[in-house]
């Protein structure tokens, strides 16, 4: 074996190691199996539609608790 080839292969296998570590961290966590993507289509819908009518108390209706207390009256007007 050449000296050349013994220098390279911890090169090799550090470059293949980190090529594994990084598609292992790139990939997308599983969804919950609560999750149902028509749902939260159709609750975004209902956001927009209100919206878009400006129906503040049906966005209060529609919001947690922690966004009412963040979104003010001003905040809507503004919106």
């Known amino acids: 074996m050449k000296i050349s080839s013994i220098k390279t292969l911890p090169d090799l296998l550090l470059s293949i190691f980190l090529f594994v570590i990084l598609l292992t961290a790139c990939s997308a966590p599983a969804l919950s199996p609560d999750f149902n993507e028509e749902e939260v289509k159709q609750a975004a819908e209902n956001v927009v539609t209100l919206l878009n009518a400006q129906d503040t108390e049906g966005l209060r209706a529609v919001f947690t ?4 207390s963040a979104i003010s009256d001003e905040v809507f007007t503004q919106i």
């Not at 608790?65 to 009412?68: A, C, F, K, L, P």
């Open 65 to 68: 608790e922690r966004m009412n």
